[in-house]
């Protein structure tokens, strides 16, 4: 098992659009295990491959209270929509930033599983919400696209500020003098 780097908004590899995936093998399957530890190590709830500098058409989550029910869909597609409701959301890509997102309350998912066989599900509540957010890295898409672009702004410079000060931080701790 392997904890992967989740790439951080804005890297713009965060704007690839990922291919189908064309074969469940013990790579693939391996590369979903790292992705489901990975999860559980930033304490999300799901993970899209994109995220992990992978392109290919793959997600897990984990909506579960115990954090005891990974789930992996591969080449996921949404086959029906129902409902429409704005829901707070965050984003390993961003982390302490969240913010309201229109999404469809209930989702149908087809997608294949680890057997590689095709599988459908309704999803609804945070499960939903999640699939549609992860649905959307490997289109190469974040959720504060959804949000006008001074905030956008706002929440790059936030990012920048946070990411200076642990960087600081760390080689402050390392014995590194500021200049
Ligand atoms: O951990 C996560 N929590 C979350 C909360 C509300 C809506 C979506 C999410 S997904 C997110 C993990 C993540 O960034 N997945 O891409
Ligand atoms: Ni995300």
Redesign the pocket.
């Known amino acids: 098992m392997t904890k992967l780097v989740i790439l951080e908004y804005p890297d713009p590899r965060l704007r690839t659009r990922a291919e189908p995936v064309t074969e469940v093998d013990a790579a693939l399957r391996q590369l979903a295990d790292d992705m489901i530890e990975t999860?559980y190590a930033a304490?999300?709830?799901?993970?899209?491959a994109t995220?992990v500098d992978v392109h290919k058409r793959l997600l897990v989550i984990d909506v579960s209270a115990a954090h005891d029910q990974p789930q992996l869909f591969i080449n996921p597609h949404i086959i029906a929509r129902e409902g429409q409701d704005c829901?707070?959301?965050?984003?390993?890509?961003l982390p302490g930033i969240y913010d309201k997102v229109p999404r469809s309350t209930k989702v149908r998912v087809r997608a294949l599983g680890r057997d590689g066989k095709p599988f459908e599900l309704d999803a609804e509540g945070?499960a939903a919400?999640?699939i549609q957010?992860?649905m959307d890295?490997l289109e190469g898409k974040v959720?504060v696209d959804y949000l006008s672009e001074l905030k956008r702004l706002l929440i790059r410079r936030r990012l920048a500020k946070e990411r200076r000060q642990r960087t600081n931080l760390r080689e402050a701790r390392a014995g590194v003098p500021a200049l």
């Open positions: 999860m304490k999300g709830i799901g993970l899209a995220q829901v707070q959301e965050g984003c390993l890509s945070l919400v999640c957010h992860e890295h959720f």
